[in-house]
T-cell receptor, first 112, second 113 residues
Framework: GQQVMQIPQYQHVQEGEDFTTYCNSS?????IQWYKQRPGGHPVFLIQLVKSGEVKKQKRLTFQFGEAKKNSSLHITATQTTDVGTYFCAGLTNFGNEKLTFGTGTRLTIIP | DGGITQSPKYLFRKEGQNVTLSCEQN?????MYWYRQDPGQGLRLIYY???????QKGDIAEGYSVSREKKESFPLTVTSAQKNPTAFYLC????????????FGSGTRLTVV
């Protein structure tokens, strides 16, 4: 079955440093979505990428979708304490669009 | 405001008992999903439903059952056959299938005592 892996599993950064998480799928994706889950909370939808090579920005967050549509990344510039949480990617295949397969997540902690 | 309501927030169950987790949405979404999250792990799909009176097994359906009698409601029953039921359970919904992002409920934390 489809698998979506994320690295790193954990990341500790000093406040103000940059952060990147990488997502890799075993199969080609029709689109990829990113979610953020704050500690003790539930996942919240951030963005969706659909096109090969697509890049989208949300303030300090930059999302990329690979040319082969099998990988993606999320980069945060100048992290803040509000960025703490676990970031998940989730991929949709071309074979029906009933459900997403979530990645394993990257847990970000910020050192003030 | 529209959203998804899960209840209860915390639930304690004795071994051998069935328990039902509630999930209600007023977003008029067609699709609904149940996920299980264990500490430090990702989300694993239990069951999902695209339309009323129809649902499909996810990756870890054994020991669980669902129903979808109304568009707004998708309750999950954790049966005594589930070997390790202690976990955080998340319900989600999406409109026009999954292409527009999922909306999650706040979750139910189930503990077997």
């Amino acid at each position: 079955g489809q698998q979506v892996m994320q690295i790193p599993q954990y990341q500790h950064v000093q406040e103000g440093e940059d952060f990147t998480t990488y997502c890799n799928s075993s199969t080609t994706l029709s689109n990829i979505q990113w979610y953020k889950q704050r500690p003790g909370g539930h996942p919240v939808f951030l963005i969706q990428l659909v096109k090969s090579g697509e890049v989208k920005k949300q303030k300090r967050l930059t999302f990329q979708f690979g040319e082969a549509k099998k990988n993606s990344s999320l980069h945060i510039t100048a992290t803040q304490t509000t960025d703490v949480g676990t970031y998940f990617c989730a991929g949709l295949t071309n074979f029906g669009n009933e459900k997403l397969t979530f990645g394993t997540g990257t847990r970000l902690t910020i050192i003030p | 405001d529209g959203g998804i309501t899960q209840s209860p927030k915390y639930l304690f169950r004795k071994e051998g008992q069935n328990v039902t987790l509630s999930c209600e949405q007023n977003l008029n979404h067609d699709a609904m999903y149940w996920y299980r999250q264990d500490p430090g792990q990702g989300l694993r799909l239990i069951y999902y439903s695209q339309i009323v009176n129809d649902f499909q097994k996810g990756d870890i359906a054994e020991g669980y059952s669902v129903s979808r009698e109304k568009k707004e409601s998708f309750p999950l029953t954790v049966t005594s056959a589930q070997k390790n039921p202690t976990a955080f359970y998340l319900c989600a919904s999406s409109g026009q299938s999954a292409n527009y992002g999922y909306t999650f409920g706040s979750g139910t934390r189930l503990t077997v005592v």
